[in-house]
């Protein structure tokens, strides 16, 4: 399994912008399709966006289209979040996953075999 390492978080104001990055070890980074989830005190976790292996195929959970971007540097086996915009409603604890080398990107928790200690991303108003 890959190991994961999110940072990034911190306390923005509505309107501003984070960039979290998720760091791997291990030789599968390249090959494995990423996610970022994220869970708000007292609601369940949720989709945010993932990104296959090469970059080429990307989904974004509907209550962050348009202002959240996932990106990856294979190189530096590392993979991002670009939030702007940011709103209230964005707090919670970010997570990066990753799934098992050649499956492809899904939008399921369940289909993610590692996991990040998860960031957190507080926005007040």
């Known amino acids: 399994q890959v190991q994961l390492q999110e940072s990034g978080g911190g306390s923005v104001q509505a309107g501003g912008s984070l960039r979290l990055s998720c760091a791997a070890s291990g030789r599968t980074f390249s090959r494995s399709a990423m996610g970022w989830f994220r869970q708000a005190l007292g609601k369940e976790r949720e989709f945010v966006a993932s990104i296959n292996w090469s970059g080429m195929t990307v989904y974004v959970g509907d209550s962050v289209k348009d202002r959240f971007t996932i990106s990856r540097d294979n190189t530096k086996s590392t993979v991002y979040l670009q939030m702007n915009s940011l709103k209230p409603d964005d707090t919670a604890v970010y997570s990066c996953?990753?799934?098992?080398?050649?499956?492809?990107?899904?939008?399921?928790?369940?289909?993610?075999?590692?996991w990040g200690p998860g960031t957190q991303v507080t926005v007040s108003s």
């Open positions: 996953a990753a799934r098992r080398p050649y499956t492809a990107a899904t939008m399921q928790e369940n289909d993610y075999d590692s």
